[in-house]
């Protein structure tokens, strides 16, 4: 994956988690979401669910995006 | 009630944890200084070459502020703890830790919430009086 594909993975996560909808899909909150190359895999409640649909999805591990949706959380290391 | 006891290493709380590759059966074991000041969703934090050896899936970047600012990847990744059973897979943020100028043997930092996925944890002396740090499930 190159650099600029993993940074419109994130640009299209963030709009997700912000908006909550992604080319006429609805995302609920608290779900994960499967991301590759700008494309929704698939979503499930837990990390692992959507991991085996990217994997089903002939994505192997070390490639492809996951993430909750939810509002982004600043982090703060004192 | 299962617990693990660190002996503190060079005056600090630290954990030993366990990073796996996808498929590997043995992990590469990392310590991590226990830092509660490290606030967020993300509870970990690693070096950029961990989290691009052992990073099962990207996950989306993050806002951090403190000690290093900016905008860093965040990424899956599968670790454990012998003998302490908690959700295998989490996320961790890849950062510069020459950054942090953490002393030499520690790799990374574990924040509140992953302290937060055990029952107790905390500092506490051992019989000799010596510092460990403790986590228990």
């Not at chain 1, 640009?11 to 779900?31: D, S, V, W």
């Not at chain 2, 000799?128 to 228990?136: C, I, M, P, R, Y």
Request: one cysteine or more; aromatic letters at 8%.
């Amino acid at each position: 994956m190159s650099t600029a594909e993993q940074i419109d993975d994130d640009t299209i996560a963030h709009m997700i988690c912000t908006r909550r909808e992604y080319q006429g899909q609805r995302f609920e909150r608290g779900e994960f979401v499967g991301l590759m190359n700008g494309r929704v895999i698939g979503t499930g409640k837990t990390f692992e669910e959507v991991d085996t649909l990217l994997l089903n999805a002939g994505i192997p591990h070390g490639l492809g995006m996951v993430f909750q949706v939810e509002e982004p959380v600043p982090h703060v290391i004192r | 009630m299962t617990a693990v006891r660190v002996p503190y290493f060079q005056d600090l709380p630290t954990i030993l944890l366990t990073i796996k590759s996808s498929g590997e059966a043995h992990g590469i074991v990392r310590r991590l200084l226990v830092d509660s000041g490290f606030t967020g969703e993300c509870g970990l934090l690693l070096s950029h070459a961990d989290c691009s050896t052992f990073r099962k899936r990207i996950a989306t970047a993050c806002d951090v502020s403190g000690a290093i600012q900016g905008v860093y990847m965040r990424v899956w990744i599968s670790c454990s703890i012998p003998s302490l059973s908690f959700p295998s897979t989490q996320m961790a943020i890849a950062a510069d830790i020459l950054e942090l100028a953490l002393p030499d043997g520690i790799d990374g930092l574990a924040g509140l919430s992953f302290l937060s996925l055990f029952r107790r944890w905390g500092a506490e002396r051992d019989p000799a009086g010596k510092w460990e740090f403790v986590l228990e499930k």
